[in-house]
Structure formats: structure tokens, C-alpha cells
T-cell receptor, first 111, second 117 residues
Framework: GDSVTQMEGPVTLSEEAFLTINCTYTATGYPSLFWYVQYPGEGLQLLLK?????DKGSNKGFEATYRKETTSFHLEKGSVQVSDSAVYFC??????????FGQGTRLTINP | GAVVSQHPSWVICKSGTSVKIECRSLDFQATTMFWYRQFPKQSLMLMATSNEGSKATYEQGVEKDKFLINHASLTLSTLTVTSAHPEDSSFYIC?????????????FGQGTRLTVV
């Protein structure tokens, strides 16, 4: 079945550092890809998405490009802030089906 | 945009009692909703798929008699944790998916933090 594999955490960076969180997927068909963020004590929020190959999703300085050739959707940010500390989930969906989540990566940004 | 509302956002109950969690799609019809459970510091695990007007489909290892799911209308699905025990304490999240063109999109409720004492 479909699956998502994320870079294992936790990840700890200093403020203004460059961030990459790797995400690869296995899927039949042509899934849509997502990054969700979960701040402490809160539910999930959609961070960005891409629906087809070579699409780039972006939001709040974060970017991820749908790479079909490498089945990847890595999350990047050029300069992280303390407020970016959260758990990040990569996920895919096929049509109107269930979301398949990666295991989540906990990110901590130190001032 | 589409909104999914989940209620309550948190609940504390005594061991042995039952707790009902509601998930509503506010501005669209959701024939299918999904219930996830999240253990501390872990990912979301799909518990079951809730189908309007029919029985829910449970994932392997999820007790259907313990986690009762009812999807009586196109805008409401409920999850009832029956005879709750401390090990049922967790964060429960519902979602609904819709098709937008040829791609899918999921909308999440705010989540319910259940604490069983």
C-alpha cells in the first residue's frame, strides 16, 4: 500500500539556520502531497501542498517540490525562527481517500 | 474554504464511562470521514473510515466494539469511546476528504484530547 517515510527527528537548529526535512513516498497512481504542522497542544494545520509532479508548494517561507522521479517532497526553509518549533508531518492522499502520514519530525529551534 | 468542526476539544472522564466525540463538516457534504488517533510524540494512526449510511471500516487492531462510529448524515460523524480506560487517553482527530478537480484534499477537525482518570 501507499506509504510515506520521513526523516527521523528530533531536529534541533539555531535560529536563522537552513532547514531541510526529507520526505519520500511510495504510491500507486498520482497522489497529492502535503506538509502538515502541529504546534504544541494543537491540532493539525495544513502548511503547504502540491498536486502534481514539479509543483512547488510554499507558505510562511517553507517550500517543497513534488519530485516524481525521486518520489520525494522535501520541506525546506531558508531561515528558521523559534516560532517554527513544531512537529511536521508529510502526507499523501489519493483522490478523496484517507491521508497517509509519515511518522512526523519534531523540530526545535533555539534562539 | 471547507471547514470541519470537532467537539469537544478536550474532555476528562472517569474510567468506565463513555465519551462521544462529534465531527461535522460545516459547509460541504462528506460521504466519508476518517478518524485518527495520535499517541504522544507519535504520528497519526488511522483508526477507521466512517461511511455515511453504512458501517464503518476499521483498521486492523482497532476494536470496533470499543470505538463506535456512527455516520448518520452527510455532515456528521461521531466516535464513541465506550467503557473508557486510562490507556484510551489520547488525541483523536477526524478528517474529511473531498475531490477538487482531479486531486484530493483533506480537512481536519481541531482534535479532541481525551484524558481518562
Amino acid at each position: 500500500g501507499d506509504s510515506v517515510t520521513q526523516m527521523e527527528g528530533p531536529v534541533t537548529l539555531s535560529e536563522e539556520a537552513f532547514l531541510t526535512i526529507n520526505c519520500t513516498y511510495t504510491a500507486t497512481g498520482y497522489p497529492s502531497l502535503f506538509w502538515y504542522v502541529q504546534y504544541p497542544g494543537e491540532g493539525l494545520q495544513l502548511l503547504l501542498k502540491a498536486t502534481k509532479a514539479d509543483d512547488k508548494g510554499s507558505n510562511k517561507g517553507f517550500e517543497a517540490t513534488y519530485r516524481k522521479e525521486t518520489t520525494s517532497f522535501h520541506l525546506e526553509k531558508g531561515s528558521v525562527q523559534v516560532s517554527d518549533s513544531a512537529v511536521y508531518f508529510c502526507a499523501l492522499i489519493q483522490g478523496a481517500q484517507k491521508l497517509v502520514f509519515g511518522q512526523g519530525t519534531r523540530l526545535t529551534i533555539n534562539p | 474554504g471547507a471547514v470541519v468542526s470537532q467537539h469537544p476539544s478536550w474532555v476528562i472522564c472517569k474510567s468506565g464511562t463513555s465519551v462521544k466525540i462529534e465531527c461535522r463538516s460545516l459547509d460541504f457534504q462528506a460521504t466519508t470521514m476518517f478518524w485518527y488517533r495520535q499517541f504522544p510524540k507519535q504520528s497519526l494512526m488511522l483508526m477507521a473510515t466512517s461511511n455515511e449510511g453504512s458501517k464503518a471500516t476499521y483498521e486492523q487492531g482497532v476494536e470496533k466494539d470499543k470505538f463506535l462510529i456512527n455516520h448518520a448524515s452527510l455532515t456528521l460523524s461521531t466516535l464513541t469511546v465506550t467503557s473508557a480506560h486510562p490507556e484510551d487517553s489520547s488525541f483523536y482527530i477526524c478528517s474529511a476528504s473531498i475531490l477538487q478537480g482531479v486531486s484530493g484534499k483533506a480537512f481536519f477537525g481541531q482534535g479532541t484530547r481525551l484524558t481518562v482518570v
